[in-house]
């Protein structure tokens, strides 16, 4: 099992059959095959569904769960090896961006673009001292755009956040960024 772990976020409303979920299955699979452990929010939709993939390839999967916000979820979904549970949303992010090496951004929404955010503002951060930045990857045709326009209108760096169209160009650009 590796101790190396891709943060996966998405969306929670995916569904099976509708191009996203397998989208997540794909993903969870070609991060397990490539020797990292992913970490999602836990519950259902994408998280679910790269959960599934790394899974089905034996991967070690962590979901980071937030009880007290989600009380109407049943806890981790089926596909989870080890729950961890966190009081607030903004400490589930933080306990799965540092956990992680990389983070992957799949389809999603206001939650998705929230991890997105953060990841991204980590990697700037890092880039202003010492610390090489974690590889953040953005995967699909909304992403790109929103993520040029926000590089210019709050005058960040360019190139923190790498944009792809597929999960396998996002397997790709995190094996090439820590080799």
Not at 49 to 55: K, N, Q, R
Not at 66 to 95: C, K
């Amino acid at each position: 099992m590796s101790d190396r772990f891709v943060a996966v976020f998405g969306a929670s409303a995916s569904m099976p059959g509708d191009g996203h979920y397998e989208e997540g299955v794909r993903c969870g699979r070609l991060l397990t095959e490539a020797g990292f452990g992913v970490v999602t929010g836990g519950y259902s939709g994408l998280m679910a569904a790269v959960s599934e993939g790394a899974s089905s390839v034996g991967g070690r999967v962590i979901g980071v769960t937030v009880p007290l916000d989600f009380p109407d979820r049943p806890g981790a979904n089926e596909w989870v090896t080890e729950e961890i549970q966190t009081n607030s949303i903004t400490e589930r992010i933080h306990e799965m961006t540092q956990m992680s090496i990389a983070s992957i951004a799949l389809h999603g929404s206001l939650g998705t673009l929230t991890e997105l955010a953060v990841a991204w503002n980590l990697a700037y951060v890092a880039d202003l001292g010492a610390v090489p930045p974690k590889p953040v990857i953005a995967v699909g045709p909304r992403w790109g755009p929103m993520i040029d326009d926000l590089t210019t209108r709050v005058d960040t760096l360019p190139g923190l956040v790498t944009c792809v169209a597929t999960v396998d160009e996002a397997v790709d650009a995190v094996i090439d960024a820590i080799a």
